[in-house]
């Protein structure tokens, strides 16, 4: 191996070994119990919809079904239960660390700190992504799950229903990657997590009545932008109603533009995360 090779083997080996360390905290913790029950709320309501169909002998409707599904997976999943959700994992990634006073044992070993701040995100991410990702699968098995056979091939194979889960799945993860850098940057620049979590949710909520230019410094508009069934069109919402201005996306980014600058956005956060990990210093006494 040679020289020049050396140092990234070894950044490797130590986002793994942080990997290892974080995921099974991220996982399995009591204070984190709340997370599950917001992601997977959805999914049991979604799964008594479908037993009361069945139960009353009822086929539904696919198109009533599926504007359902997308106006609660804007309104409540994504602005909701991923925004809470990835707060509550990485804020503590190192607000953590430093309320529990083990976050010296890291700064201690010989490890570059942009190195550490990478191998958190990813444990996080990891963690967002798997709990979410799967409710989000699980949500579309259960809301569909009452249709006969012959309706969910039509559905899924010659109606788009493949692709719509795949976008959802795609926009679920990619909510994990933006909202995860903020708060994780959040969880390091604070010490009360109650502050920059309003102030994200304010910015977040008053997206669609800023300027165009402002919009794009957000999680939720490149979010909306890759969302395959559009909210304003798909529900009746009252014309100028307040739902109507959050729901309505007047210029939307193409999906590769909306990609590229939601992951934009989460390297620039993660770089200024590092410039500040980079200066932190432990001092336990203050927190």
């Known amino acids: 191996m040679s020289l020049r090779q050396l140092p990234w083997a070894l950044w490797r080996a130590q986002i793994l070994a942080i990997l290892r360390l974080e995921v099974r905290k991220t996982f399995f913790t009591r204070r984190g119990f709340w997370i599950y029950i917001l992601a997977f709320g959805p999914v049991l309501l979604y799964a008594f919809h479908s ?19 997308a106006a609660v997976f804007q309104f409540f999943f994504l602005r909701l239960a991923i ?40 444990s996080g991410l990891l963690a967002a992504a798997v709990i979410f990702g799967s409710s989000t699968f699980l949500q579309f098995v259960a809301l569909y799950c009452y249709f006969s056979s012959n309706t969910l091939q039509e559905f899924l194979f010659h109606r788009h229903g493949l692709e719509h889960l795949a976008a959802y799945l ?13 708060f994780l940057a959040a969880g390091l620049l604070f010490r009360n997590p109650l502050i920059p979590t309003l102030l994200v949710l304010i910015w977040e909520a008053v997206n669609g009545f800023l300027p165009a230019l402002l919009q794009k410094v957000s999680v939720i508009f490149y979010l909306k932008s890759l969302c395959p069934v559009n909210i304003s069109e798909s529900i009746t919402l009252e014309k100028g109603s307040l739902f109507a201005l959050i729901a309505v996306n007047p210029t939307p980014a193409s999906p590769a533009a909306a990609i590229l600058g939601l992951l934009i956005l989460c390297a620039v956060v993660l770089a200024l995360s590092s410039l500040q990990v980079r200066r932190m210093q432990i001092d336990y006494g203050t927190d």
């Open 51 to 69: 037993f009361v169909q069945l139960k009353a002998g009822r086929q539904g409707d696919l198109g009533d079904d599926t504007h359902a599904f």
């Open 83 to 122: 925004f809470f959700g990835c707060m509550g994992i990485f804020i503590n990634l190192f607000r953590g660390e430093v309320v529990e006073k083990s976050l010296h044992y890291y700064f201690l070993a010989p490890l570059r700190r942009e190195v550490l701040v990478i191998g958190k995100f990813l």
């Open 170 to 182: 795609g926009v679920t993860l990619l909510a994990c990657v933006g909202y995860g850098s903020v």
